[in-house]
């Protein structure tokens, strides 16, 4: 696709569950991020992908919260055992490493119950 | 420590006059500076950048946005507003040396009355 896919863009669940949320970056952008935006406030800093270096995870709230991305592409953040604070707004976004602005996806809304 | 500031949490301005969305940062060197918007459940859209080179940089849609580096600004204006302007607007700056932190402001939200 020309853009960034994030899935799902809607996620209901009860507190507990543990959920994933998908980002496909653009192809060819080496570079993947994920913010997190609550009740259209700032965003806030999860955790950095570049390339096959180790990620920068320093943003990530607790250690319920882990991301992976397979094959330099994709990536999933997972939560586990959420909770109602996590209700937010994960954003994904990625960018060519000459360019230097970030290309957004449409974010998954999650709600915690 | 690195900042951004976006002193104004909301701007009204009437359709047809101009606007202006302020930020001003505090970093080191001379860093990559960012105008984003975001409309209703959308995720964020880039609107313009500035890197090196002329202090007026112009965008999508018709922005345009002045850096001035002794005051440390990267001001978002537009000559005459539309109400499809209406959005929340972030500014964020990139650090130089290869550091990948954007640092974001906290929006304005912007309000063009018809």
């Known amino acids: 696709g020309a853009g960034v896919s994030q899935s799902p863009s809607n996620k209901v669940t009860e507190k507990g569950k543990d959920v994933e949320l998908r980002c496909d970056p653009i192809?060819?952008?080496?570079?993947l991020y994920w913010y997190r935006q609550s009740l259209g406030q700032g965003l806030e800093f999860l955790i950095y992908f570049q390339g096959n270096s180790a990620p920068d995870k320093s943003g990530l709230p607790s250690d319920r919260f882990s991301a992976e991305r397979t094959g330099g592409s994709v990536s999933t953040l997972t939560i586990q055992r959420t909770q109602q604070e996590d209700s937010a707004v994960y954003l994904c976004a990625s960018s060519h490493p000459t360019t230097g602005e970030l290309f957004f996806g449409e974010g998954s809304r999650l709600t915690v119950l | 420590a690195q900042s951004v500031a976006q002193p104004e949490d909301q701007v009204n301005v009437a359709e047809g006059n101009p606007l202006t969305v302020k930020c001003t940062y505090s970093?080191?060197?001379?860093?990559?500076l960012f105008w984003y918007v975001q409309y209703p459940n959308r995720g964020l859209q880039f609107l313009l950048k500035y890197i090196t080179g002329d202090n007026l940089v112009k965008g999508s849609y018709g922005f345009e946005a002045e850096f001035n580096k002794s005051q440390t600004s990267f001001h978002l204006k537009k000559p005459s507003a539309l109400v499809s302007d209406s959005a929340l607007y972030f500014c964020a700056v990139s650090p130089l040396s290869g550091t990948y932190k954007y640092i974001f402001g906290t929006g304005t939200r912007l309000k063009v009355l018809a």
């Open positions: 970093v080191s060197g001379n860093p990559y």
């Open positions: 192809s060819g952008h080496t570079a």
